[in-house]
């Protein structure tokens, strides 16, 4: 098993920096498109509030896309956190791993199995939880996906 570092991590998930700028990019690009479309030739009054929605839709997306790939996910002995402290799971509550290639899981990720069902919660393009399912990944990297999988995997055989 391998040692923590000083401040108690035993690995980090971070977003790829060229998945994260292409992620946003395609967003951001997307919502200006439909927006730009939108007013330039306008539609029907019920087709322009729709694409005025989706537009801005996209990009509030794309933002908080971009705020949330600044954070990364850390393993400590006891949970999963993010760098701003949110607790996604503890590992008393881990009942599985899945990381299978037909599994239901983001890309470049896993999900782990929970014990418990917890409240939903998103931080796009980084993990995701619904009922007792937490999926981990999305533009993350996949390298260091698997050796987190691996790590709780091996902590939970024990």
Not at 107 to 118: A, E, P, Q
């Amino acid at each position: 098993m391998f040692q923590p570092d000083e401040n108690g991590i035993y690995a980090v998930v971070q977003a790829s920096p060229a998945r994260r700028v292409f992620a946003c990019a395609v967003l951001f690009s997307l919502g200006a498109l439909v927006l730009y479309t939108a007013l330039a030739r306008p539609p029907g009054v019920g087709w322009l509030i729709f694409m005025l929605l989706f537009g801005t839709g996209a990009l509030w997306l794309a933002e908080r896309l971009r705020r949330a790939t600044l954070l990364h996910i850390e393993l400590t002995e006891t949970e999963i956190r993010d760098s701003s402290g949110m607790v996604l799971a503890t590992m008393d509550d881990i009942k599985g791993v899945d990381r299978g290639v037909f599994a239901f899981k983001p890309s470049n990720g896993f999900t782990l199995i929970m014990k418990t069902k917890k409240p939903r919660g998103w931080s796009p393009g980084l993990w995701w939880r619904l009922g007792r399912r937490v999926g981990v990944g999305g533009v993350t990297s996949a390298g260091q996906a698997k050796f987190m999988a691996e790590q709780i995997a091996f902590r939970l055989r024990d």
